[in-house]
C-alpha cells in the first residue's frame, strides 16, 4: 500500500481567498485523484490529476475553481479558488494501487483529508 | 443523481453480535465494489471488495455479498467489535471507468460494549 500525506490537515478561511492543498506519496503512482466529502454526504470525485498533462475534471467542477498540479509521479496540489462557505468540505486525495499496465482488480488508498472551513 | 445509495446513516450493535450494513446502487454497468472504513479525522482505508463475476467474498470478520439481481451489496461483521465502530463507505466502479469511484454517503456503525 501507499502511504499519503496532506498538508495542510486542516484551516479556516475568509470568503474570496484561495487555499492549495498538497498530497505526497512514498512511492511513484499513476493516478492521483481529489476528492471532496461535504458534511454528511458522500465522497465525490472532483477531478483526476494526470502527470504531465491537465487534470480531468467531473461534472460540476471547473478548472477556474479547483486547478490542480501533478508536477510528477509521487505529488499533487489541489486549490479551491475564492472560496465561499459552500466550500467547507473535507478535501481528500487518493492514489490507485497500479503503478501501470492492464487493471487488475485494486483499491485506490486515501490521504489523512483536509477539512477545509470557510467563513 | 446518486448512484451508489447507503441509506441506513447509523447503525448501533452490541459487541460479539453481527452488524449488517447495506447498499443500493443503480447503475447495472458497475462491476466492482469495494467498502471502506473511516475513523474521525482519518481518510477512508479499504476493508474488502468483490467483483461482479462473485456473490460472496470473506476476509477473516468481513463478509461482502452481492446481488446484482437486485442491485444489492452488503457488508457482514461478526463477530463486531468496539474497534469496528467508523462510518463505512460502499463504492463502486464500472468496467470502462474503473478508476472512477463512486461513494455511497456512509453509515456510522457504534458497537456498544
Known amino acids: 500500500s501507499a502511504v499519503i500525506s496532506q498538508k495542510p490537515s486542516r484551516d479556516i478561511c475568509q470568503r474570496g481567498t484561495s487555499l492549495t492543498i498538497q498530497c505526497q506519496v512514498d512511492s511513484q503512482v499513476t493516478m492521483m485523484f481529489w476528492y471532496r466529502q461535504q458534511p454528511g454526504q458522500s465522497l465525490t470525485l472532483i477531478a483526476t490529476?494526470?502527470?504531465?498533462?491537465?487534470?480531468?475534471?467531473e461534472s460540476g467542477f471547473v478548472i477556474d475553481k479547483f486547478p490542480i498540479s501533478r508536477p510528477n509521479l509521487t505529488f499533487s496540489t489541489l486549490t479551491v479558488s475564492n472560496m465561499s462557505p459552500e466550500d467547507s468540505s473535507i478535501y481528500l486525495c487518493s492514489v490507485d494501487g497500479l503503478a501501470g499496465g492492464p487493471r487488475s482488480y485494486n483499491e485506490q488508498f486515501f490521504g489523512p483529508g483536509t477539512r477545509l472551513t470557510v467563513l | 443523481d446518486q448512484q451508489v445509495k447507503q441509506n441506513s446513516p447509523s447503525l448501533s450493535v452490541q459487541e460479539g453480535r453481527i452488524s449488517i450494513l447495506n447498499c443500493d446502487y443503480t447503475n447495472s454497468m458497475f462491476d466492482y465494489f469495494l467498502w471502506y472504513k473511516k475513523y474521525p479525522a482519518e481518510g477512508p482505508t479499504f476493508l474488502i471488495s468483490?467483483?461482479?463475476?462473485?456473490d460472496k467474498n470473506e476476509d477473516g470478520r468481513f463478509t461482502v455479498f452481492l446481488n446484482k439481481s437486485a442491485k444489492h451489496l452488503s457488508l457482514h461483521i461478526v463477530p463486531s467489535q468496539p474497534g469496528d465502530s467508523a462510518v463505512y463507505f460502499c463504492a463502486a466502479s464500472d468496467l470502462y471507468n474503473f478508476n472512477k469511484f463512486y461513494f455511497g454517503s456512509g453509515t456510522k456503525l457504534n458497537v456498544k460494549p
Open positions: 468483490i467483483s461482479s463475476i462473485k
Open positions: 490529476a494526470n502527470q504531465g498533462s491537465e487534470a480531468t475534471y
